[in-house]
């Protein structure tokens, strides 16, 4: 870092306006801890062409898990660009053993709820909370098993509410506690 401070103030006077490419590659290599082109270092140069606003004291860190690239940010004059890094390729995870040829391995097989209100059933709408409640009598539109969601119409003129399945001929309004 102090060597980067140092070339910076023994930059040209016409280049003191933008930041120093080459000076910013030095500070991506110490970061790094590898030379431009190595396995582990930067990719390529920086752009000599960028005309980034001369920084101080640039601040690097590694872009993701996979350093596959350096971020270098300046917080005043704000600016940040990634310099793509040739990442160390790294040891993948074991593998688990394969698996013998005469062994069968089946999924497992999904196993329906019972529905405990069937379609056209009579269903009591439950709803609320400590102090009072509300019940209202409905037509099941569709099957479902206990915890399941229900649609039931209990107006001619209204579009089905939605309801959980409780038990048989019983339902209750999301958000509100059963016994409420």
């Keep these: 870092m102090l060597l980067a401070i140092a070339m910076i103030a023994a930059a040209p006077a016409g280049a003191q306006d933008f930041q120093s490419t080459a000076v910013l590659d030095t500070v991506v290599a110490q970061f790094t801890g590898k030379s431009v082109g190595e ?27 996979g350093h596959d690239a350096v971020v270098v940010r300046c917080m005043a004059p704000a600016w940040k660009i990634f ?27 999904a196993v329906k709820a019972e529905p405990v209100i069937k379609r056209g059933d009579a269903v009591t709408v439950e709803a609320g909370s400590e102090g009072f ?9 569709n099957d479902a098993p206990a915890g399941g969601r229900i649609s039931v ?28």
């Design 153 to 180: 119409k209990v107006d001619d003129k209204q579009p089905p509410i939605q309801a959980i399945a409780i038990e048989p001929g019983r339902a209750r309004l999301p958000g509100y506690a059963e016994g409420g």
């Design 133 to 141: 409640s509300i019940s209202r009598q409905g037509v099941a539109v």
């Design 83 to 109: 310099v793509p890094v040739a990442a160390v390729p790294r040891p993948k995870a074991a593998l688990p053993a394969p698996m013998p040829a005469n062994i069968v391995v089946r999924p497992p097989v």
């Design 39 to 65: 396995q582990g270092g930067a990719i390529a140069p920086i752009d000599a062409r960028l005309k980034l606003t001369r920084c101080a004291a640039p601040q690097l860190e590694w872009r993701s898990e």
